[in-house]
């Protein structure tokens, strides 16, 4: 049997999925109920439907294929244990980061001794972004739908942005305006080094 009939896929079929209405499109209205009143109107594709199993998110089946565990230039620093990488494009947010272990981990088989250093390294991340001159808030999401290995996001809230708050901020990267790359390299420096100022090396070579 081969791989692509290993995953050859069907409707995912539970009492939750059966109450969903596929080929519907649904009522986004409530997006422009949020907090963060950032949309006026949300008009939403049809609902797709469900389909299982899902295909392997990047390095699940082979850790050689993981980006994550690879070296990069995008390293702005790390530890003995983890990494934060960025600077892949100019965008319109200060500062956007992925944090990572340097070794290949699942959220799920991840060892508590080295999960035990991330609180910790997301407090310094915080402390790190909020010293950008623009930047009110850091945030933290985790979605790991597209790679295997155990990754956050960390995204600067600008000062004074009301309609950036909570989980709408990432959308704002590709609408407001765009930062000149000197900036963007020189936000990232004030995080490398910050963070180094605590440990680990700013800029490893890669």
């Known amino acids: 049997?081969?791989?692509?009939?290993?995953?050859?896929?069907?409707?995912?079929?539970?009492?939750w999925h059966r109450l969903q209405k596929v080929g519907d499109?649904?009522?986004?209205?409530?997006?422009?109920?949020?907090?963060?009143?950032?949309?006026?109107?949300?008009?939403?594709?049809?609902?797709?439907?469900f389909l299982v199993p899902e295909k392997p998110r990047g390095g699940e089946l082979d850790p050689n294929d993981c980006h994550s565990c690879r070296p990069s230039e995008h390293t702005i620093w790390h530890d003995e244990h983890w990494q934060v990488r960025g600077g892949w494009e100019t965008g319109g947010l200060p500062f956007i980061g992925a944090i990572s272990?340097?070794?290949?981990?699942?959220?799920?088989?991840?060892?508590?001794e080295m999960l035990a250093g991330l609180g910790p390294l997301m407090q310094r991340i915080s402390q790190a972004v909020k010293t950008i001159p623009s930047v009110a808030r850091c945030h933290f999401s985790r979605w790991n739908d597209g790679s295997a290995h155990l990754h956050l996001?960390?995204?600067?809230?600008?000062?004074?942005?009301?309609?950036?708050?909570?989980?709408?901020?990432s959308y704002w990267d590709g609408m407001l305006t765009e930062m000149p790359e000197t900036m963007m390299r020189d936000y990232i420096e004030i995080v490398a080094e910050a963070l180094a100022e605590q440990g680990g090396q700013a800029f490893p070579t890669p």
Request: glycine share 8%; charged share 20%.
């Open 1 to 15: 049997m081969t791989l692509d009939e290993d995953l050859a896929q069907h409707p995912a079929d539970t009492e």
């Open 25 to 49: 499109v649904p009522d986004g209205s409530w997006v422009t109920r949020g907090p963060a009143n950032a949309y006026a109107s949300v008009t939403m594709r049809p609902l797709e439907p």
């Open 101 to 112: 272990p340097r070794e290949h981990w699942l959220l799920e088989d991840a060892p508590v």
């Open 153 to 169: 996001w960390a995204f600067a809230r600008p000062a004074g942005m009301m309609q950036g708050r909570g989980a709408v901020l």
